[in-house]
Each structure stands twice: as C-alpha cells, then as structure tokens.
C-alpha cells in the first residue's frame, strides 16, 4: 500500500511484481493498493520489485505486509526439522525487511546530507558572487577614474600658454 508519494508527477502509482526464486514472475499489481496472491511450491528466496516509474524525482513510502496461508496444515504431525525450516524462513522474512528497512533510512540520511552540501555550496556560490560583483564594480570605478586623471594630465601637459610674449 502506497501512504506517501511527493515529487513532481505526486502520482501514487506503483507497479509491483513478485517472482519465484526461478526468477519467473508470479503476479503483478499496479493499483495503489495492491495485492498479490499466488501458490508456492518451491522453497527458497521470492523476489518483490516495487517500481516508481510513473513518479520521477519523488519519494514514496510504502507499506509492506507479508502473509503466509498453509492449505491442511497441522503443526502437529510436522517433524521438528520441518518446523525449524519454516521458522527460519520466516525469520530470514523478517530480517530482510529490517535490513531493507535500515538501507532505506541510510539512504534517506545521505540524500538529506547531500541535499544540505548542495545548499550551502548554493549559499557559497551566492556570497561569492556578491563578493565579485563589488570588486569588478570598484575595479572598474579605479580604471574609469585613473583614464580620466590620465587625460586631465595629457591635456594640461601639451595645453599652449596664451600669453602675450611667445618664446621661441
């Protein structure tokens, strides 16, 4: 179940498909509330892949919950092997979600910190930009005035006295 979805698109549509451990796809549900039902024969690791095609640049958080039903079983009559495999499975169940659940979270930390290096390499940029800003305009008032001074000097330099006695 999709209970969060933000971005651009903000669309709360999922696909996900789940596969045997073959690799053949069992079933599929693209519906924000989806469910997938299917038969197991074989033992090993089933594979669910969520995909968020339809919400580029987004997060979305989703709510998994895995459910097992047993067709005429007895717990009784099972041997004590049989029972152990079975609680392992659904202990390797539960680890894997708490391991997916502890990479999710990393990798929401990491993207946080870099969301946060991207704004104050922003705020960086900015405070720089100002900073060169005032200096090329002051650079460029020192010029203007230094041309101007330099002109004042030319002129006066090669200015003819008018005065009534020439020199020779």
């Not at 451990?21 to 892949?49: A, H, M, W």
């Not at 609680?87 to 391991?99: P, R």
């Not at 305009?137 to 006695?165: D, E, Y």
Request: charged share 20%; glycine share 6%.
């Amino acid at each position: 179940q999709v209970q969060r979805a933000t971005g651009i698109g903000n669309s709360r549509s999922i696909l996900v498909t789940a596969s045997d451990p073959n690799g053949f796809q069992l079933g599929e549900s693209q519906d924000v509330r989806g469910q997938i039902n299917f038969l197991t024969k074989d033992t090993g690791f089933y594979q669910l892949c969520l995909d968020n095609h339809e919400n580029h640049f987004g997060v979305m958080q989703v709510y998994l919950n895995f459910g097992v039903y047993y067709d005429d079983f007895n717990m009784e009559h099972k041997q004590p092997a049989e029972k152990k495999e079975l609680n392992d499975t659904l202990e390797a169940i539960g680890a894997s979600i708490q391991k997916l659940h502890m990479h999710t979270f990393h990798m929401w930390r990491f993207y946080n910190f870099a969301r946060m290096r991207k704004w104050a390499d922003s705020f960086l940029l900015e405070s720089n930009y100002n900073y060169i800003n005032w200096w090329s305009m002051a650079q460029s008032c020192v010029i203007v005035l230094s041309g101007v001074l330099q002109l004042c000097f030319l002129k006066r330099l090669f200015h003819a006295q008018t005065s009534g006695s020439q020199r020779c």
